[in-house]
């Protein structure tokens, strides 16, 4: 079977394809492949491993050829036409007084297709401007309405983590996610905290969550009496990213409980914790605060 490699294309798409030709291939360099309606030009961005799995109802096109500099010239050319399509289709848009918000332009590579990305509150009757831009630009024009999360991915940035965008860097599909998500982790649910650029909360809080769900199992909660291995205290503060704990005695001393030091606490199900009314304070904003 020929080699599978990921491709990277404009707006933070990334699909797979084939090496059916047996080219010689040099990552982050620019490829020309096939696509269901002609050829796209893309970046070259990994070789899969064979752990990698493809769903049945996605087949994987063939890469062509490493490109060249003539293709270099045409694919600069389509950035730059699309600048000006921009233009255009924003006067469209006024003209035809649809309430939309344009959010890119992608030429394909041989210009067999241009797709508009839009965003809107409502559906939106663009057959019009399809007719006009259709007429304008001689080739097949798709209009497609995506949500403000693939418009952030499509955009790009980075997040309140200083770190590129998830959705951007290497989410495939959005999964739905809730505040009882961020519950589970001890965050804020101050709205500024934990939403991201697109206005939506953080995609971490849910695929960090298996994380922090299987680490918690390991610890009492804040407020808790701990007493094991010549330690007797109340649980202070939890670290779920750091799994530790600190124990307070009756001194006020700290003691740092590490994870691997309760790891028998999941393996026999024992308890070397119990409530205490008195010290429950429920401060449970000191959990995993550290997201």
Known sequence: MPDLYLVGFKGNRKEYFFNKFHHSLKLYDYVVVQVERGEDVGLLLQKASSAVTIPKEIRPGSILR?????????????????????????????????????????????????TFFFTAEHRVDFRTLVRDLASEYKTR???????????????????????????AAFLTKFEPISTQDAREQGLSLNPSKISGNCGRLLCCL????????????????????????????????????????IVKDELGEEIKITGDDLIDVVKTGSKPFQNNSNHNSGNNNNQGGEN
């Open 206 to 245: 849910k695929y960090e969550l298996e994380y922090y769900t299987t680490v918690r199992k390991k610890y009492p909660e804040v407020g808790e009496r701990y007493s094991r291995n010549g330690v007797d205290g109340i649980v202070d503060k939890i670290s779920i990213l750091d799994d530790y704990m």
């Open 66 to 114: 490493p490109a060249n500099e003539e293709d270099g010239r045409k694919r600069e050319e389509n950035r730059l036409d699309e600048e000006s399509a921009w233009k255009r289709a924003q006067e469209l848009i006024t003209k035809h007084q649809l309430e939309m918000k344009l959010i890119d332009i992608e030429f394909q590579f041989d210009r067999n297709k241009i």
């Open 141 to 167: 024009i798709e209009l497609r309405q995506i949500g403000v999360r693939d418009e952030a991915k499509r955009i790009g940035g980075f997040g309140v983590c200083g770190l590129q965008q998830c959705c």
